[in-house]
């Protein structure tokens, strides 16, 4: 079976297990872990060499470009203090207490901190692929992605000045300080100032093609930046998303914006898929190259019990000291005991932890192996695994006892703000003191958001509860397939038969193809 075979196998094990993930009730995450492993078993597979030094500079841009897309500076602002307490100080310690535990067990300094480092960040993608599936609660969530935005760059930072003093075999304080101001410093600002920059470029451009470049191209870039300056990457790309989320929707155009959206969707799904399917690879080709010794498997089974347990001991008097000091406001984080239950097991470690474990230097300055390299990387993974396993199966069972469920209501919400943005819009049409603007034009308008309030207000009496028929939002969920399926008919047979211009036709499909796809909200 040749390389390209079996890329085009993950790829095809992506496309079919990720639908199928919903239906069995399994997280899309495990699944394809499990896929990835059972695949490398299979005789005559080759093995996935990738090159270590392309792997954190080809994977983390995007992926962190992509969660800052679903958050905002205010929901950070707003949820700081549990997200630092989760991101930088569960993580740097975490990094600690698994270094003195794989120091114990025998391996040198260095790499137990290089272990550390690789084995403290959970990850986002794991953990929400379970929360959203389960509606928790909205700031639950928000919780987790933002730990597993930041507590990336915490363990990175770690991670560089871990290799670097196991590589160079040189470590002192005042490096370690240096070090960490020009990550935060240099990456923060960096990406800020990209960011700045970006804007203007989007503003100038007016193109929705163009501006998709543009942003796909800068996360990549700050991050190369931020790299060669000694600068965080991680926070550099961070800093930059986090900016143009914030400040730079009015600089680009609808189309420009519409095509990020789903571009930096597709990114974020094919690589973290990719990456997690990948995971059984290297585990398999590790087993394959490696002989088990009884250490080896005792450090990975003490550092796993380490990453599980110290988690729940970092948070349980962390949530009652917030408790015992009346602090629960919105911006304090997790409720009570049993959202902390359910954040302490949200733990599973994936793809940073992959990348960088993928990512570990062969050999040192001297030219001598990397120390402890395969220890490290059976570890790692195998922490990876078994926490997606073992903790990803049993979160639902355990959010389900526990009756932690969702505490907003998105249809609602998306309802009242699209009424009350629609009211807003029309109140400013019929007001307007614009005296270029003719008066049949303005009616136009009128008439046109009129409809959509209407339109609005319709199919929130049609899924009211006094609909007893049959369950209201399916029936109507129905009605608007069946409607858009009559429009495409029409639409294809027309443009098959030559009657409409291909151009005109493939645009009326674009205006059916994006009411269908909000479906009923």
Known sequence: MT????????????????PLSDRVGVPQPILLSVFGLLLALVPGVPNLDIAPQLILPVVLPPLLFAATQRTTVREFRENARPVVLLAVGLTAATAFVVAAVAHAMGLAWGPSWVLGAIVSPPDPVAATAVSRRLRLPHRLVTVLEGEGMFNDATALVIYQVAVGAVVTAHLSAGHVVVELVLAVGVGIGLGIAVGWVTKLILAALHDGPSETTVTAVMPFAVYLLAEQLHGSGVLAVLALGLYLRSFAHRATTAGGYLLGRSVWRFADFVITSLVFALIGFELTGLLGRSSLTRPALLTAAAVIGAVVVFRGVWLYPA??????HRRRQESQAPYGWRETTVVAWAGMRGVVSVATTLALPMAVAGGSGFPGRAVITLTALCCVLVTLLGQGLTLAPIVSFLRVGADYDVPGEVARLRREATSAALEALRTSSDDELPASVRAAAVQQYEGYLGAQSALEFAVSPAEDAEEPVEALRRALSLAADIERDVILTARRNGRVSVAAADQV???IEARASRGIA
């Open 3 to 18: 390389v390209l075979l079996t890329a085009a196998i993950l790829i095809a094990g992506v496309v079919s297990l990720t």
């Open 319 to 324: 949530a009652w000291f917030a408790r015992w």
């Open 509 to 511: 499909l674009d205006d």
